[in-house]
């Protein structure tokens, strides 16, 4: 069983939302892949702890035909 903890914050501008989701490890990917996908028209910005991972994440999910752009 997988629940999510959704806590939304304060946006700083104006039209721009904000939050996190809380979510074990081994679900980690699966609910990344899911919210991009499901939001496809949306501009989305996810923050990962290193470089390597941004690389990692950035090659994978366009190999799976997810198109995502990087910056770090």
């Known amino acids: 069983m997988l629940v999510l ?3 939304r914050e ?10 996190y ?5 081994e679900k980690r990917f699966l609910v ?5 996908k499901k ?3 949306k501009k989305v910005m ?3 702890s290193s470089c390597n991972s941004v690389k990692y994440h ?5 190999y799976i035909d997810l ?3 990087h910056i770090h």
């Open 67 to 69: 198109p995502v752009a």
């Open 46 to 48: 996810v923050f990962f």
């Open 39 to 41: 939001n496809r028209n």
């Open 5 to 7: 903890t959704i806590i």
């Open 32 to 36: 990344l892949f899911t919210f991009l």
């Open 21 to 25: 989701i809380v979510v074990p490890s």
């Open 10 to 19: 304060t946006s700083t501008v104006d039209g721009l939302e904000q939050g």
């Open 58 to 62: 950035y090659e994978l999910l366009n």
